[in-house]
């Protein structure tokens, strides 16, 4: 087989998504799929494709879900990276996660919101001393000199670092869903799910 790109392609395993196997509300979907992604065992099952828009235009890059509970999906980061910028500007956000062991994909559009400082705090406080002190001394998507400038930073750090202002969480609220199922022939299963005042609608698409 020829390695050029347009010769890689695999067939999916055939593993349907029926209409009658949806879980109605599109939360509880997704908890399924990410257990599933987590037991089967997917590599990095919360990681995701974060993408935003700012002034500049789009932007996308990977960052980890590290809470799903009731409509809230949270992630922690630098706010005042790139992303975090881009958010000010705009909070409507998309998410994609891919567990490519189960062929699946699940497309996230909602709005981004700052957490309270008291839930960052929380989180800031039960992640290990080394993550703590590269929150503090790396100003996320900044310039730096070299990589020495940035390990100084980092040793200059106190052993019991403070939580700054600019690092902390999002939770984003969606509004709309697709649950992405690959299947053999190309003919995969979508489901669109798009909020409708306390419940979802729930529509299928063409692959
Ligand atoms: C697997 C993986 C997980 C990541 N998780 C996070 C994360 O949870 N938070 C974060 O700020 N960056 C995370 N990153 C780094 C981001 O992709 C990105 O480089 C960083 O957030 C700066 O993005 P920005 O300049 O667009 O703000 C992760 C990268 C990878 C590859």
Redo the contacts with the bound molecule.
């Keep these: 087989m020829s390695d050029h790109p347009s010769e890689i392609r695999r067939e999916y395993l055939d593993r349907p998504l029926r209409r009658s196997a949806l879980d109605t509300n599109a939360h509880g979907q997704f908890s399924t799929w990410l257990q599933e992604a987590i037991d089967c065992p997917c590599l ?1 099952p919360t ?1 995701f494709v974060l993408a935003t828009t700012g002034n500049a235009g789009p ?1 996308a ?4 879900l ?1 809470g799903h509970a009731g409509e809230q999906m949270v ?4 706010c005042s ?4 910028e881009q958010i000010k500007q705009s909070d409507e956000v998309c998410m994609v996660f891919h567990w490519r062991e189960l062929d699946r994909q699940v497309r996230v559009q909602g709005r981004a919101e700052r957490l309270d400082e008291g839930t960052e705090q929380e989180y800031f406080a039960s992640r290990p001393l080394g993550s703590r002190k590269a929150a503090v001394a790396s100003r ?2 900044q310039p730096v000199a070299n990589r020495e400038a940035l390990e100084r930073a980092v040793i200059e750090q106190e052993d019991d670092p403070v939580k700054p202002e600019r690092w902390g969480g999002y939770a984003v609220v969606p509004h709309t869903f697709e649950f992405w199922q690959g299947r053999a022939g190309r003919l995969h299963d979508r489901f669109r799910y798009v909020r409708d005042g306390e419940s979802w609608r729930i529509t299928r698409l063409q692959p």
Excluded: H, I, M
Aim: glycine residues 6%.
């Design positions: 990095d990681a932007d890059r990977v960052v980890l590290k992630f922690y980061t630098d990276s790139a992303k975090g996320q998507s």
